[in-house]
């Protein structure tokens, strides 16, 4: 069974599954971004939608999101979920994602996307410069390696420390604006600040 069948398989239950997280972590995340500086934003591994209305109701009027996901399922529970103009969702991987955005959001999908160097490598071709990536989880990184742990198909999506994550991001030409790890959750807050590093 591949990742796509585990979350399609999932997609029943993410909603019960997400309310389970500290949605006061998940707002006070979301409170680091300066929205009035953002118009194209990803959101990688929407899910279900349900965190997205969190993001939309700061986003401004004339900004996009673009959200994927790789699971079919997810996607067309947001689709039922959310209506609004500002927001397009497709059936995409993360790295087959083109375009420029000024900010991309992981929120609670890092340790899915696999080798965490290409996942800055990929981020730093898709912003513009000075773009800003949050990675956000609102649970702690314990509970949820502890979790993953549980299920064969992604005993190895592990979450690493915060310290180490933030070195591959410095590695790839990202500064670091935010860091959080601890029982309540974890946020890695990058801005890139230089041309691609490849
Ligand atoms: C744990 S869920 C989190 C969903 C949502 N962001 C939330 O917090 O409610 C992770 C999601 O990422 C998606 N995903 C995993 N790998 C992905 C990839 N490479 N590209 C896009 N989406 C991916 C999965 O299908 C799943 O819906």
């Known amino acids: 069974m591949d990742s796509v069948d585990f979350f399609d398989r999932l997609s029943d239950e993410w909603d019960d599954i997400f309310s389970r997280g500290d949605i006061d972590v998940l707002e006070r995340g979301l409170e680091l971004v300066n929205w009035n500086s953002f118009t194209r934003v990803l959101e990688v591994g929407c899910a279900t939608g349900v965190e997205t209305s969190y993001i939309l109701k700061r986003l401004k009027s004339n900004a996009k999101l673009f959200a994927i996901d790789i699971s079919a399922k997810m996607v067309r529970r947001a689709i039922e979920r959310i209506q609004d103009a500002r927001f397009t969702v497709n059936i995409k991987n993360f790295f087959d994602v083109e375009g420029i955005f000024d900010l991309i959001l992981m929120i609670n999908v890092l340790p899915h996307?696999?080798?965490?160097?290409?996942?800055?490598?990929?981020?730093?071709?898709?912003?513009?410069?000075?773009?800003?990536?949050?990675?956000?989880?609102?649970?702690?990184?314990?509970?949820?390696?502890?979790?993953?742990?549980?299920?064969?198909?992604?005993?190895?999506?592990?979450?690493?420390?915060?310290?180490?994550?933030?070195?591959?991001?410095?590695?790839?030409?990202?500064?670091?604006?935010?860091?959080?790890?601890?029982?309540?959750?974890?946020?890695?807050?990058?801005?890139?600040?230089t041309q691609e590093i490849f």
Request: charged share 30%; glycine share 4%; aromatic share 6%.
């Open 113 to 193: 996307l696999g080798e965490l160097e290409e996942v800055f490598t990929k981020s730093s071709k898709l912003l513009d410069n000075r773009g800003e990536i949050l990675i956000l989880h609102n649970s702690s990184r314990q509970h949820i390696n502890m979790v993953h742990s549980r299920k064969e198909e992604v005993k190895d999506h592990v979450l690493l420390p915060v310290e180490i994550v933030q070195e591959i991001a410095k590695d790839k030409g990202f500064s670091i604006l935010h860091t959080k790890d601890d029982e309540e959750g974890y946020i890695l807050y990058v801005q890139k600040f």
